[in-house]
């Protein structure tokens, strides 16, 4: 297989992957309400081959992820249509994460001067 076939494999695989249902579920209706979940999707992949010159011999590989992550849902009444957001502790963890990272180096560069 070579490096234009391998990329359009992987191209098709992402592409029957990442599609509008990732991101909003099937809508649940629960007396008067109606709510739509929401996600968000990231995806990527990529790959690489090559031939070691004075061979016929060739080498390559390629991966991806996919990953959901639930952020709320679209609530529809007769009153109007709102976004109620999820707690998600994944992102507040890496903020708090960000933080205590940037004060330690703060502090590590402060005392160097």
Do not use: C, Q, W
Request: glycine residues 18%; without cysteine; charged residues 20%.
């Amino acid at each position: 297989m070579d490096a234009p076939d391998v990329l359009s494999a992987l191209h098709k695989d992402f592409e029957s992957t990442a599609d509008v249902n990732r991101v909003f579920g099937e809508p649940v209706v629960i007396g008067d309400r109606t709510l739509i979940p929401v996600a968000r999707v990231s995806a990527g992949f990529g790959g690489g081959m090559g031939r070691k010159t004075g061979t016929d011999g060739t080498a390559g590989g390629g991966g991806g992820g996919l990953e959901a992550r639930p952020m709320g849902a679209i609530e529809v009444t007769k009153t109007g249509t709102k976004y109620v957001p999820v707690y998600d502790p994944g992102a507040v963890l890496s903020v708090a994460k960000a933080a205590v990272f940037g004060l330690f180096f703060g502090m590590m560069f402060r005392r160097r001067r």
